[in-house]
């Protein structure tokens, strides 16, 4: 079959990116059920210097922000964060926990914000409402008859600078460094390898790099659900002459075609840009090899060439390790690196040449590359790549990892860190008078394993839905409620409310367009992006209930409760007052944070800096650090025939475990997610045609039965052996055990599976 054909039968809005149809999404959520006033003012305000920052992803906000700086999926998250449904204790007349464990995710966030803390009820299995000061005795009592180790503080990645310092401050002076958070499952692999590497954790690149470069790589990460507004200087990059290359299994529209929404002449006129001018439809896991492919025409290329390809001075003078990966790439065989990632010569060798071709390249990435079982190689070659031509530390060019969630990165800046030595465990000892523990905390994946084992016996949750995210949901749900204690501090509803621990507790918090007022008047939080850039906030509309506390506030209402009271803690008056928080957090890390209170406005922010930027290497060898691969492929299994490289996607319509809706235009999937999107040629072989129902089951080969049933097969243009189904649905399929060794994120972006056929529904 022709490519073109195969999405004929689709109910396929087949339209680039942005465009009408971002408008059209947006208007889906406003226009139906969120009539709520002031919310355009709100949008307003978005992303700007004295607005509040986008509680949806962690792309960077420009100093030159235009009218309206936020893109459909930021405007979803702040329509849905004000919607005008709430879920009130009286919802509870109506509902057990038993019952809401047949809605779906969507259902159980649709009944609004939560507006009191509650308190669940194991006799009627439903929870009650409960005052705040008895919530926080009680915590504080079960917290005091447990000991530290066995109790976990997760965070998700969305609360801001000052009530994560806190968070973490309350762990430690409870005694633990568990301390867990949502980038286990995202770029931790990030946060270990690029600082093996190149000695910076995160990306090297800033806002300036965008507009300077001539050349983008982009490797697992899709743009136009997860980060849109990276289209915009992507178009303007590809208005100036700048070429993109794109690897990834599936043909994602925000990669293709763009149609600024923002621009009403581009709108009016249907003018669409091509985004990638190369699009490699790579097999899943196999980017290893499509790399290797790359740098060994570049390798060759620069043999012709008598050695004015490859930037020798720059190797000379900042790497080490480039001899043998050179040699490595010169020995390489073609053969078994098409064969391994199902890309022909030509393609790699027309990558290679737009990459010899620019002055300067741009690596992006994202969870392609980062949730992989081998994700520690994916890194090392794409820095590899990168480095052969000196694409680190000048402008235009460098790593670009792009985060999750809005304030992930910034959580692991001010001490959200299960490490102990990435936190100044002295320091903290000194200003807060107490004993810091000094042995590691627990990975999120161990506290998943332990929840497992029966061994972590109590979590706390900033934020998240850390039930539904985890990997082997299905075998969590089953002994979740073990443990003694669980404590949610949410916005909404979601799953993991509906595994109560013996004591459990949903703490309801403000949201970030919303107006947190204290004693010194209605405060700013902060954030930091994917560039790292430090950012204030500040909410404006009215609390969803008056029961509401931030977020920061509920952090000192358990440590007042379980802390011994010290001058040197003084909880009450860091509510009153956030900026003093801030001092706290600049007189921790005097670096980072130099006058923190007086540049936290700065449009664009301020600049965290960042050592590889500059090409100063932080590195066990001082120096850049090349990485010879030992294999070809991110995969944890071996091929065999009826297994399938299953990678877990995420919509245009939701934000991880949020589920805004059952439209995900750009892959033309409109009115459900139970879908196993599957190759023509995979269909065959199974027998299958277009609409059939099948479920997934796991083929780990752990003895561990997993299956995910009523899948609806839709046929799309991706490789063989590749299939694709949504998270967080997917993840009863990937085993706890499936990550990379080093950083131990999940491999969730392929998950060895088998399909079997189900009888047709009604
Ligand atoms: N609307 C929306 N925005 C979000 C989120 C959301 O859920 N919804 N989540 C937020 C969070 S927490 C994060 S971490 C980011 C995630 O944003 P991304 O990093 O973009 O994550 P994914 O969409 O999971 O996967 C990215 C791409 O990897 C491709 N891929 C899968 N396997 C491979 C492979 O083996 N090789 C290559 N080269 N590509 C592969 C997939 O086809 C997909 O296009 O987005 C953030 N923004
Ligand atoms: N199979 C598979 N699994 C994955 C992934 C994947 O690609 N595939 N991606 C992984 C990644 S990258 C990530 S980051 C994790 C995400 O894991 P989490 O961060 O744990 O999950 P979220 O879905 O982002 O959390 C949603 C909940 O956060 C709460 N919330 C929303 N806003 C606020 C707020 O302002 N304050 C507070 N306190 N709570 C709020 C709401 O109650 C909402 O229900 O999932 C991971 N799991
Ligand atoms: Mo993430």
Redesign the pocket.
């Known amino acids: 079959m022709a490519e073109d054909d195969i999405h004929d039968d689709l109910p396929r809005e087949s339209g680039p990116a942005g465009g009408w149809g971002s408008m059209r999404g947006i208007a889906q959520v406003f226009g139906e059920s969120w009539p709520t006033p002031g919310v355009l003012e709100s949008l307003g305000r978005q992303n700007k210097p004295g607005g509040f920052m986008c509680?949806s992803c962690a792309w960077p906000k420009p100093a030159n922000y235009k009218a309206f700086e936020f893109c459909e999926n930021g405007a979803k998250a702040t329509l849905w964060?004000s919607t005008t449904a709430r879920c009130r204790p009286d919802f509870w007349d109506d509902h057990t926990v038993a019952e809401l464990l047949d809605w779906t995710d969507h259902q159980i966030?649709s009944t609004g914000r939560l507006t009191h803390p509650m308190r669940y009820d194991a006799k009627t299995d439903r929870y009650v409402e409960v005052n705040w000061e008895e919530a926080f005795a009680d915590i504080a009592a079960k917290l005091g008859e447990l000991p530290p180790d066995d109790v976990v503080f997760y965070s998700?990645?969305?609360?801001g600078l000052e009530a994560s310092y806190l968070w973490a401050l309350l762990a430690r002076l409870y005694g633990t460094n568990n301390l867990p958070q949502?980038?286990n499952?995202?770029h931790e692999t990030t946060s270990v390898n690029l600082q093996k590497v190149i000695g910076s954790p995160v990306g090297t690149v800033i806002w300036e790099d965008l507009e300077k470069t001539d050349c983008f790589f982009f490797f697992g990460q899709n743009p136009g659900t997860n980060s849109p507004r990276f289209l915009h200087p992507l178009k303007e990059a590809k208005d100036r002459g700048a070429r993109i290359v794109t690897f990834n299994p599936v043909r994602e529209q925000g990669l293709v075609s763009f149609v600024d929404p923002q621009n009403p002449l581009d709108m009016a006129m249907g003018r669409e840009t091509t985004i990638s001018d190369q699009y490699h439809q790579l097999k899943a896991g196999t980017d290893i090899a499509a790399i290797l492919g790359v740098a060994k025409a570049v390798v060759e290329a620069d043999d012709a060439a008598g050695g004015t390809v490859i930037d020798w001075d720059f190797l000379r003078e900042h790497a080490t390790g480039h001899e043998d990966f050179i040699a490595h790439a010169r020995a390489a065989d073609w053969g078994a690196i098409t064969a391994e990632c199902g890309l022909d010569e030509g393609a790699l060798r027309d990558a290679a040449r737009v990459y010899m071709e620019a002055r300067s390249v741009i690596g992006v990435y994202g969870?392609g590359l980062t949730?992989q079982a081998h994700g520690a190689d994916n890194i090392g070659m794409l820095v590899n790549l990168l480095l052969l031509r000196g694409n680190i530390g000048r402008p235009g060019a460098g790593m670009c990892p792009v985060r999750?969630?809005s304030n992930?990165q910034g959580q692991r800046t001010v001490g959200i860190a299960e490490k102990a030595d990435l936190v100044p465990l002295d320091r903290l000892a000194e200003m807060f008078d107490f004993d810091p523990p000094r042995e590691d905390g627990t990975h999120v994946v161990d506290a998943g394993q332990g929840i497992l084992e029966g061994r972590i016996r109590a979590i706390l949750c900033?934020?998240?839905?850390?039930l539904?995210?985890?990997?082997d949901t299905g075998r969590l749900e089953k002994t979740w409620r073990d443990q003694d204690l669980t404590v949610m501090?949410?916005?909404?509803?979601?799953r993991s409310h509906l595994y109560p621990g013996r004591t459990a507790y949903i703490l309801p918090?403000l949201?970030?367009t919303e107006e947190d007022e204290q004693a010194t008047g209605n405060q700013y939080i902060s954030i930091e992006d994917s560039f790292s850039m430090i950012h204030g906030s500040q909410g404006h509309r009215s609390p969803a209930s008056d029961h509401l506390k931030s977020?920061l506030a509920i952090v000192a209402g358990i440590a007042q409760a379980l802390t011994p009271a010290s001058p040197r803690r003084p909880w009450a008056e860091w509510v009153d007052d956030y900026s003093r928080v801030r001092d706290l957090i600049e007189a921790t890390y005097p670096d980072d944070f130099r006058d923190f209170n007086a540049r936290l406005n700065r449009p664009g922010g301020f600049w965290r800096d960042n050592p590889a930027h500059h090409r100063i290497w932080k590195t066990e060898s001082g120096r850049a650090e090349f990485t010879v691969p030992e294999r070809l492929n991110a995969l944890s299994f071996e091929p065999e025939p009826g297994r399938y490289t299953l990678l877990?996607m995420?919509s245009n319509d939701q934000?991880?475990?949020?589920i805004y809706g059952y439209s995900d235009r750009f892959r033309g999937i409109e009115g459900t997610r139970d879908v196993l999107l599957m190759n023509a040629a995979d269909m065959e072989r199974e027998g299958l045609s277009h609409g059939d129902r099948v479920a997934l089951l796991g083929d780990a080969g752990d003895g561990v039965e997993r299956r995910l049933g009523g899948l609806e097969v839709i046929r799309f243009e991706m490789p063989e052996g590749t299939v694709g189904s949504y998270?967080?649905e997917?993840?009863v399929l990937?085993p706890m055990g499936l990550h990379d060794r080093a950083s131990k994120t999940?491999g969730?972006?392929a998950v060895p599976v088998r399909i079997a056929r189900e009888a047709a529904a009604g």
């Open positions: 509680s964060e966030e998700s990645g969305h609360a949502s980038s499952m995202c969870m949730q999750g969630h992930v900033l934020g998240g839905n850390l539904r995210a985890l990997p501090v949410s916005t909404k509803l979601n918090c949201a970030r977020e877990t995420r934000f991880n475990t949020t998270y967080p997917c993840n990937v999940p969730s972006k």
